[in-house]
């Protein structure tokens, strides 16, 4: 909690045992104390004048926390790792039961439901992205001079949009109000245009992404901006332009006609629906995106499947090629695309999805096996809880589920018998899979014990991500009460 001067966190967050200390703790602690450490100036400072703008507090310390943790430890990727949260906030803000950034309050469970994920998550994706159309050097400016206009006072929406036109020279309210007083997401078809003679096109449409048997109407345009790279053989660039109404034109300064046209950095606020034959150039060109263009190009395929704008085997396809790569996220990104279909075939293909699964994922799940190597890198660490999960729980391996039973029942014995960054994994496994006999110790033990984590970990298994310590700690204090 961010009292001016005293900073006060939950014991977990603060008390944790060395032997149990993974790399999510340590991104976790990191990213909490800087956002409680923004809150100083986003909230103590210059405080809301009413919850319906509680966004200028937890946004912009989310904004900030972002940008503290990538310089204090650039290795976590922090800006890839955003990317993939900003995809699955998207999920939620693509239903037709998606709230307004700015909702008005007119109850105390209206101040409950404001502190979620609409608030914290899609708030400071929008704020990244607006830095970037005006600039990192102009949004400063605008923050510096409403943090001195409202110092120690209140302030408001207006107030804080009122500062950014003022820094910008140019009216800013469409472009907040797009994002912050409507829901939804824009979904953008982009259409490669090259015309002979000509300088090649990116031609955008917009409306709301809808997800299947959603009742959305999708006549909802924003004043969107849009940044794209580009390479055309062995030149690449950058362009950008804003798109306001149902149609709009991004002019590229390629000079022929590019092979590919990625959503730069993944920054933008929209799920891109590449038309014609850019879509096939993008994944055949896949690899040579950024890390972050490829989390973010998966997490647009997936979302383009749910909405019925794609068969699923071509985000399967993308899927098959780029879960090769390395990178927790890219692999966890995925792993999300192809656990997202499990629910669009009937029973009777149930044996062709597991052998997928199987293909896609149980070469790199079981030579790791439930143990990290000795000198293992932070991210070949935090590979195995995402693979064995998925390999069993939705593969249906066999052997994986008997391992992590026999694993968990060691370690309602003795607590060293698993290694931290598994524990979640492998009892969520076993718990899964389990009988009678495992729930009935499993439910004793978690009355019996006094460890919030252990009785978290043994009433909730779980497929672990960043922050499942969080998931873990708001458990605990619910039982707690």
């Known amino acids: 909690m961010e009292n001016p001067g005293l900073i006060t966190y939950r014991h977990g967050r603060l008390l944790v045992k060395l032997g149990d200390l993974t790399e999510d703790d340590k991104h976790a602690f990191v990213s909490v104390a800087a956002h409680e450490m923004a809150h100083q100036w986003f909230g103590d400072l210059v405080t809301m004048a009413w919850w319906d703008d509680v966004w200028l ?7 900030m926390a972002a940008k503290i943790t990538r310089v204090v430890e650039p290795r976590w990727d922090n800006d890839v790792w955003g990317v993939g949260v900003r ?3 998207m999920g939620s803000d693509g239903l037709e039961s998606a709230r307004q950034i700015s909702q008005p309050i007119a109850t105390a469970n209206d101040i409950d439901n404001a502190f979620d994920e609409i608030t914290y998550e899609k708030g400071q994706a929008v704020l990244t992205m607006i830095e970037r159309q005006i600039t990192p050097a102009v949004f400063q400016k605008g923050v ?4 001195a206009a409202h110092a120690d006072g209140n302030a408001t929406y207006g107030d804080f949009v009122r500062a950014m036109t003022e820094a910008s020279g140019a009216d800013q309210k469409p472009l907040f109000d797009s994002f912050v007083r409507q829901s939804g997401v824009p979904l953008v078809s982009v259409k490669l245009v090259c015309a002979k003679g000509e300088k090649p096109t990116l031609v955008a449409s917009q409306r709301r992404y809808e997800p299947i048997g959603s009742k959305i109407d999708p006549q909802r345009t924003w ?6 790279r580009w390479s055309a053989g062995s030149v690449a660039g950058r362009d950008c332009a804003v798109v306001s109404g149902e149609t709009g034109a991004l002019p590229l300064s390629a000079t022929t006609c590019p092979d590919w046209v990625p959503n730069d950095g993944e920054l933008g606020y929209y799920r891109a629906l590449p038309e014609g034959p850019l879509l096939g150039q993008l994944l055949v060109h896949a690899r040579a995106l950024t890390l972050a263009e ?3 190009l ?4 997936d979302a383009l499947v749910d909405g019925g704008e794609l068969p699923a085997g071509v985000a399967l396809r993308l899927v098959a090629d780029l879960a090769k790569d390395g990178s927790q996220y890219l692999v966890g990104q995925s792993i999300r695309a192809v656990v997202g279909i499990n629910e669009m075939f009937d029973a009777k293909l149930r044996p062709n999805y597991e052998r997928l699964v199987t293909k896609l994922f149980a070469a790199r799940a079981k030579p790791g096996g439930w143990h990290s190597r000795p000198g293992e890198d932070d991210n070949a660490k935090q590979l195995p809880p995402q693979l064995l999960a998925v390999v069993a729980n939705h593969g249906g391996d066999r052997a994986l589920i008997a391992k992590a039973t026999e694993l968990t029942w060691k370690w309602l014995d003795d607590h060293e018998a698993i290694q931290p960054e598994l524990v979640d994994t492998t009892l969520g496994i076993a718990a899964r899979h389990g009988d009678q006999k495992l729930f009935d110790r ?6 019996a014990t006094d460890d919030r984590d252990v009785r978290a970990w043994l009433l909730q298994g779980d497929v672990p991500v960043r922050g499942s310590r969080d998931r873990r700690e708001g458990l605990a204090d619910r039982l707690d009460r």
């Open 442 to 447: 499993m439910h004793a033990d978690a009355k």
């Open 144 to 147: 510096r001079a409403y943090l």
């Open 57 to 63: 507090n937890e946004s912009f310390a989310s904004w």
């Open 294 to 296: 490829r989390v973010g």
């Open 223 to 228: 004043t969107l901006p849009m940044c794209v």
């Open 87 to 89: 995809s699955e906030v």
């Open 298 to 301: 998966v997490g647009d395929l």
